[in-house]
């Protein structure tokens, strides 16, 4: 799989994640901290998702975490997972964006 190109590739990078891609994989699990795979389901903040792509992939590094966070927000990635059942939600409000915990997880069944 090609490394996202810039910014406007967050919907794919979700998408690597339920694909298993090795390398982000590997990333996410080593960084520890507040991000956590429990069953098929990940949990973690921004900063710490933004400082994993930063690690990883070139095109975040020379990115402010402000844009991320800007970009994230604005990207369709939901939409991009409806396709193949799966959302990012919040999974812990702690009441700031950069402290709340969300989380990959399947569609909820209606």
């Given amino acids: 799989m090609t ?3 810039s910014i406007d590739d967050i919907p794919g990078l979700f998408l690597r994640l339920l694909d298993r891609d090795e ?3 590997r990333e996410m699990t080593e960084q520890g901290g507040d991000i ?3 069953g098929a389901v990940w949990y973690f903040s921004l900063p710490s998702f933004f400082a994993v792509l930063q690690n990883l992939y070139p095109a975040f590094a020379r990115v402010r975490y402000p844009a991320f966070r800007k970009a994230l ?3 369709p990635v939901n939409q991009a997972l409806m396709d193949v059942g799966w959302q990012v939600g919040l999974s ?3 009441g700031k964006v950069d402290q709340n ?3 990959l997880r399947p569609v ?3």
């Fill in 36 to 38: 956590k795979e429990k």
């Fill in 101 to 103: 915990i969300y989380c």
């Fill in 23 to 25: 390398a982000l994989v």
């Fill in 73 to 75: 927000f604005a990207s």
């Fill in 3 to 5: 490394q996202p190109a």
């Fill in 108 to 110: 909820d069944p209606e």
């Fill in 92 to 94: 812990e409000s702690y």
